[in-house]
């Protein structure tokens, strides 16, 4: 499924999205009841995942804008995820932050229990508390 523009389903019951889907704007599942992704995702712009039922995270996930999980389930992030803007974690149980991170923008970490960076990660911007 190719979506060619902005795919809103804040708020929503839908707890599964098609396993081959191409998003060409951002991906709003905001206080939605996903609860994963699906692994051949693309999205060219952010996905807003904040206060949604979402527990899993692919390893290797890519975004080119902002990635919101604030206010998740979620209790640690996969190796290997790529993120083009920021990465917003506030309010979430993750404890750490994986190895290989690379976040070109900044890294909002306000109620979490995360005290340092990896050597190996890569943040561009600034890391907020």
């Known amino acids: ?3 060619n523009g902005n795919l ?3 708020n929503s019951r839908i707890q599964r999205l098609p396993k081959k889907l191409v998003v060409k704007g951002n991906l709003n599942l905001a206080y939605s009841s996903v609860t994963r992704l699906p692994l051949s995702l693309k999205v060219d712009g952010y996905i807003n995942l904040a206060h949604s039922q ?5 390893n290797g996930l890519q975004v080119k804008g902002d990635l919101s999980l604030m206010g998740t389930k979620l209790t640690q992030l ?3 995820i790529y ?3 920021d990465l917003y974690l506030a309010n979430t149980a993750i404890t750490e932050l994986p190895k290989f991170l690379v ?3 900044s890294v909002y ?3 979490t229990q995360i ?3 990896p050597e190996k990660a890569s943040i561009g911007g600034k890391i907020y508390q």
């Open 109 to 111: 970490l306000g109620g």
């Open 103 to 105: 976040v070109q923008g």
């Open 115 to 117: 005290t340092s960076v």
């Open 1 to 3: 499924m190719v979506v």
């Open 54 to 58: 979402v527990t899993y995270l692919n």
């Open 8 to 10: 809103n389903l804040e």
């Open 78 to 80: 996969p190796p290997y």
């Open 83 to 85: 993120v083009g803007g």
